[in-house]
């Protein structure tokens, strides 16, 4: 399993777009990157996921570069609801496999 | 879809005392998965199922049994309490299918050993 290494937290303002970048450099061939948001007396919640290149959805935008050893995970303006931890996970989808979340990212968002 | 449940919300436990977390998820997913979480520490996977009557150890298993007798169900058992146990838990859920696949969280146990 590839191990992730995100920074412990970051902090931004209201409306500003805030970028978290993930490192995975033994990330394997049929491994996804997947990204999870949780807020306090929460579950995770997925937030994004994928494979090569750029992937965006109405939450966030996911860059992965071509070398797959990173990837950065970019919240466009975002609010005070957004404090929250956000967790990078690598894996594949084999029988088997099983996705293991790291400390992941503390995000604090200040008005 | 109630998606995925666990009971009880919230429990204390003596030290040696047993007691079975539930888990259930109404969406047919293949992975059912227990993680505990400490303050500072991230989730931690402590068992998953591949399927009905197929577990495997996680990260952090001492201490848990599971069993998987149904595809909706994911029993965590605790056979002997300990304070090292106090945590908060998740049950997971995720389907397997193309190029998509997302865990699907319940929302939680707290568990406190005394």
């Known amino acids: 399993l590839a191990k992730t290494t995100q920074p412990i937290s970051m902090d931004s303002y209201e409306g500003q777009e805030v970028n978290i970048t993930c490192s995975h450099n033994n990330i394997a061939t049929n491994d996804y990157i997947t990204w999870y948001q949780q807020f306090p007396s929460q579950g995770p919640r997925f937030i994004i996921q994928g494979y090569k290149t750029k992937v965006t959805n109405e939450v966030a935008s996911l860059f992965i570069p071509a070398d797959r050893k990173s990837s950065t995970l970019s919240l466009p303006r975002v609010s005070l609801s957004d404090t929250a931890v956000y967790y990078c996970?690598?894996?594949?989808?084999?029988?088997?496999?099983?996705?293991?979340f790291g400390k992941g990212t503390t995000l604090s968002v200040s008005s | 879809n109630a998606g995925v449940t666990q009971t009880p919300k919230f429990q204390v436990l003596k030290t040696g005392q047993s007691m079975t977390l539930q888990c259930a998820q109404d969406m047919n997913h293949e992975y059912m998965s227990w993680y505990r979480q400490d303050p500072g520490m991230g989730l931690r996977l402590i068992h998953y199922?591949?399927?009905?009557?197929?577990?495997d150890q996680g990260e952090v298993p001492n201490g848990y049994n599971v069993s998987r007798s149904t595809t909706e169900d994911f029993p965590l058992r605790l056979l002997s309490a300990a304070p090292s146990q106090t945590s908060v838990y998740f049950c997971?859920?995720?389907?397997?299918?193309?190029?998509?696949?997302?865990?699907?969280f319940g929302p939680g146990t707290r568990l406190l050993v005394l």
């Open positions: 996970l690598v894996g594949g989808f084999q029988a088997g496999t099983a996705l293991i």
């Open positions: 997971a859920s995720s389907y397997v299918g193309g190029t998509q696949e997302t865990q699907y």
């Open positions: 199922s591949v399927g009905a009557g197929i577990t």
